[in-house]
């Protein structure tokens, strides 16, 4: 199924021709910053399954030394995040908020579940790390 997406303003929109992967809800520290909530959830496309209009718009933040958190630079929206090591090669993570397509994951798991905001009560019941497995 194909899948499209786009930021709050429509600088940045995505399609995605294959799979939407490795469905995580990362309730680390930054991540809680990033979205002014208790997680993001991200999934992961194949780099030469996900086309990307308004490339330019895409401004990149080096949030740690093995990380990069895209977003546009219009209008701030969270859009990608991508591992600098191997898997990044391989994949780009897709914030999942911003996809206008429906997306049902049928699994998912929960990272960085020590820096969970006290808030916020995981209940459903999908595997848990203290940090990233």
């Given at each position: 199924?194909?899948?499209?997406?786009?930021?709050?303003?429509?600088?940045?929109?995505?399609?995605?021709?294959?799979?939407?992967?490795?469905?995580?809800?990362?309730?680390?520290?930054?991540?809680?910053?990033?979205?002014?909530?208790?997680?993001?959830?991200?999934?992961?496309?194949?780099?030469?399954?996900?086309?990307?209009?308004?490339?330019v718009?895409?401004?990149?933040?080096?949030?740690?030394?093995?990380?990069?958190?895209?977003?546009?630079?219009?209008?701030?929206?969270?859009?990608?995040?991508q591992?600098?090591?191997?898997?990044?090669?391989?994949?780009?993570?897709?914030?999942?908020?911003?996809?206008?397509?429906?997306?049902?994951?049928?699994?998912?798991?929960h990272?960085?579940?020590?820096?969970?905001?006290?808030?916020?009560?995981?209940?459903?019941?999908?595997?848990?790390?203290?940090?990233?497995?």
């Amino acid at each position: 199924m194909p899948y499209v997406g786009q930021c709050l303003c429509g600088a940045v929109s995505y399609s995605i021709s294959g799979e939407i992967t490795d469905v995580i809800y990362c309730h680390c520290a930054m991540c809680q910053k990033l979205s002014g909530s208790a997680f993001i959830a991200y999934g992961s496309v194949l780099h030469q399954d996900i086309h990307i209009i308004g490339r330019v718009n895409i401004q990149t933040f080096n949030a740690t030394s093995g990380a990069q958190r895209k977003f546009c630079q219009c209008c701030g929206s969270t859009l990608f995040w991508q591992d600098e090591g191997d898997y990044g090669k391989r994949y780009l993570c897709v914030a999942l908020g911003t996809l206008d397509s429906g997306f049902d994951p049928q699994d998912w798991q929960h990272y960085y579940t020590e820096n969970k905001a006290s808030w916020f009560a995981i209940q459903d019941g999908h595997i848990q790390h203290r940090t990233k497995p």
